[in-house]
T-cell receptor, first 112, second 116 residues
Framework: NAGVTQTPKFQVLKTGQSMTLQCAQDMNHEYMSWYRQDPGMGLRLIHYSVGAGITDQGEVPNGYNVSRSTTEDFPLRLLSAAPSQTSVYFC???????????FGPGTRLTVT | AQSVTQLDSQVPVFEEAPVELRCNYSSSVSVYLFWYVQYPNQGLQLLLKYLSGSTLVKGINGFEAEFNKSQTSFHLRKPSVHISDTAEYFCAVIGYKIQGAQKLVFGQGTRLTINP
């Protein structure tokens, strides 16, 4: 199993550009989520999904969209990048929220 | 809503010394509690978790944590640390509601540095 994969590993965007961070898992997990990690702030939940076709907002959803058309994939879209979105983004998946979350390796995004 | 406070942002310790990383939570409902570890330039991995039952939970790499409901704490301990334990440690909580728990809330993290 590849586990949780994320692409790209690094990305530089200009303010106003849009892009999609990809996340895929091959463990047949129902629960998937996106976090951003900023120094001194831990991980903050952006969006999550409890199954295909079902998504909901986390703590910091503004400026981000998600969709879940399949169990395996959970892409995160930045609609119009801003410098405040410079961060490391992690995707995670699990059978259910109370079970171990499996994290991807992260995407380091810089917005100039 | 739930919240987590990790009381120390950085903890320096000498090799083979004991360590305690402190975590306090706030919740109006019952909780599940977790500790995750992040090694440099990697994602997070689970150290241990408390769902129910015995309040002393043992995890990987010799770590353990104790759930204290009256003090709303879930401190992480190791009796003798190794250089390889150098990492950032995150405490996390889920508030469990009748409808089911959905959101995992993380603390700010504690950077553990082991000095030889």
């Amino acid at each position: 199993n590849a586990g949780v994969t994320q692409t790209p590993k690094f990305q530089v965007l200009k303010t106003g550009q849009s892009m999609t961070l990809q996340c895929a898992q091959d463990m047949n997990h129902e629960y998937m989520s996106w976090y951003r990690q900023d120094p001194g702030m831990g991980l903050r939940l952006i969006h999550y999904s409890v199954g295909a076709g079902i998504t909901d907002q986390g703590e910091v959803p503004n400026g981000y969209n998600v969709s879940r058309s399949t169990t395996e994939d959970f892409p995160l879209r930045l609609l119009s990048a801003a410098p405040s979105q410079t961060s490391v983004y992690f995707c995670a998946s699990s059978y259910s929220i109370q079970y171990e979350q499996y994290f991807g390796p992260g995407t380091r995004l810089t917005v100039t | 809503a739930q919240s987590v406070t990790q009381l120390d942002s950085q903890v320096p310790v000498f090799e083979e010394a004991p360590v305690e990383l402190r975590c306090n939570y706030s919740s109006s409902v019952s909780v599940y509690l977790f500790w995750y570890v992040q090694y440099p330039n990697q994602g997070l991995q689970l150290l241990l978790k408390y769902l129910s039952g015995s309040t002393l939970v043992k995890g990987i790499n010799g770590f353990e944590a104790e759930f204290n409901k009256s003090q709303t704490s879930f401190h992480l301990r190791k009796p003798s640390v190794h250089i390889s334990d150098t990492a950032e440690y995150f405490c996390a909580v889920i508030g469990y509601k009748i409808q089911g728990a959905q959101k995992l809330v993380f603390g700010q993290g504690t950077r553990l540095t082991i000095n030889p």
